[in-house]
């Protein structure tokens, strides 16, 4: 009989991927409706950032033992795309920003190929082309993912800086050069966590190299 454990995990992957696939749909019909990018936070932001709220629980998977991620890694996407949100939602002139539309398609696409993945994984079968897929369409997905944050974010320095709903961080620094200096380290950031994707890749899939002929 399957553990509780693992019965809980395959539902947790199961409804995360069935619900990033809806918004996919959301964001890329969107698109094919109004012939245009600037729809996709109307009609997916809401469900995105429900989701990513929800997703917080994965770095307690990791903190708990649950799963084998750990926390580091977790806490460092968590905490970039919960940022990008926090931002996007409270600076409503860079909402119909197309930075929102590259973003949010290059997480959904991740995420639907992410968490099936791992579904399939608490069943103890998963077939080879989805564990190939999913360490390998990182590497074109996530630089647009990074991109787009990085992107939308700069696009909100001048509004952030006139509005007075961000809060001070300590010692008198604004939320405004906070941004500003996050920008500066962001990149930074974003390359450790492909490395790191990078390095799974060679964990998952390994390297076979042909053997040479006599």
């Known amino acids: 009989m399957p553990k509780l454990s693992n019965l809980y995990l395959l539902a ?10 809806v918004c996919l749909a959301l964001s890329l019909s969107s698109f ?8 996709a936070y109307a009609s997916a932001g809401d469900l995105i950032y429900f989701l990513q709220m929800v997703q917080f629980l994965e770095v ?7 799963v084998p991620s750990g926390v580091v890694f977790p806490l460092m996407q968590w905490t970039g795309r919960a ?8 600076t409503h002139e860079v909402q119909e920003s197309p930075s929102v539309f590259i973003t949010f398609v290059a997480w959904s696409l991740s995420e639907v190929i992410r968490y099936p993945h791992y579904a399939f994984n608490c069943t103890g079968s998963c077939p080879s082309w989805i ?10 997905l996530y630089p647009p993912g990074m991109a787009g944050e990085t992107w939308l974010m700069y696009q ?12 001070n961080f300590f010692a008198g620094l604004s ?3 906070f941004l500003r200096v996050l920008l500066v380290c962001y990149p930074f950031l974003c390359l ?23």
């Not at 947790?12 to 696939?21: E, F, P, R």
């Not at 564990?131 to 074109?140: D, N, Q, S």
């Open 192 to 214: 450790k966590l492909y490395l790191h994707m990078f390095k799974q890749r060679r964990s998952k899939l390994g390297e076979h190299p042909k053997k040479k002929k006599r």
């Open 12 to 21: 947790y992957n199961s409804l995360q991927a069935v619900a990033w696939a």
């Open 60 to 66: 307690i998977h990791g903190a708990i033992g649950l």
């Open 131 to 140: 564990t190939y897929l999913r360490y390998t369409a990182f590497i074109v």
């Open 83 to 90: 940022h990008f949100l926090f931002v996007l939602r409270q």
């Open 156 to 167: 909100a320095l001048p509004f952030v800086k006139k509005t007075s709903v961000f809060p």
């Open 32 to 39: 094919v409706s109004t012939k245009a990018v600037n729809g």
């Open 175 to 177: 939320y405004y050069n």
